[in-house]
Structure formats: C-alpha cells, structure tokens
C-alpha cells in the first residue's frame, strides 16, 4: 500500500510579508510554491486565494504568536461594496 503524503505547512508570514511588499497574487504564489498546475478548471491560484480569503477573514499567528488579519489593500467602502455585489441577485 502507498503511503500518504503529509500536507505542507502554508507559509503564512511569508504571504503576509509578500502581500505587504505589493506582489500579486501569481508572484506569491510562484515564490512559495503553491501553484495549482493540474487543476482541472485550470484555475492555478484557487488554493492561494482561499488562503488569502481566510487571512483577511480569520487571520493568522504573526511572528509575535498574536492573531493578525491580513489587510486589504483597497478601501472598506470598496470591499463593502464588493461583498454587498456579490450577495444581491443579479
């Protein structure tokens, strides 16, 4: 029988150091590796993404061990009105 592959931890610090230096989100994804390259959808960021998501969501443990949300880097208003677009009928 095959043994299973562990999880590789994800690199929230790096992301978060990324995020703040202004990289998109492919250039995040390439240097820490996480590019979905046999995704069906061909959506390659999709795991990255959803990282992201729960950043700002949730947050993560910074270096200090306190729990930090990621920023966004666009107003409050925009990604209020982002959430409220995403949520009505279209």
């Known amino acids: 029988m095959k043994k299973r592959s562990?999880?590789?931890?994800?690199?929230?610090?790096?992301?978060?150091?990324l995020w703040e230096k202004g990289k998109t989100i492919?250039?995040?994804a390439k240097a820490i590796g996480r590019t979905d390259k046999r995704r069906e959808d061909g959506d390659q960021y999709?795991?990255?993404r959803n990282f992201l998501r729960r950043m700002h969501a949730i947050g993560y443990t910074n270096a200090?061990?306190?729990l930090t949300k990621l920023p966004y880097r666009v107003s409050r208003a925009t990604v209020r009105r982002a959430k409220a677009a995403k949520h009505s009928p279209a």
């Open 6 to 17: 562990k999880r590789k931890p994800f690199p929230y610090l790096k992301v978060a150091e």
């Open 46 to 48: 999709h795991s990255l």
């Open 64 to 66: 200090q061990g306190e």
């Open 26 to 28: 492919s250039e995040i």
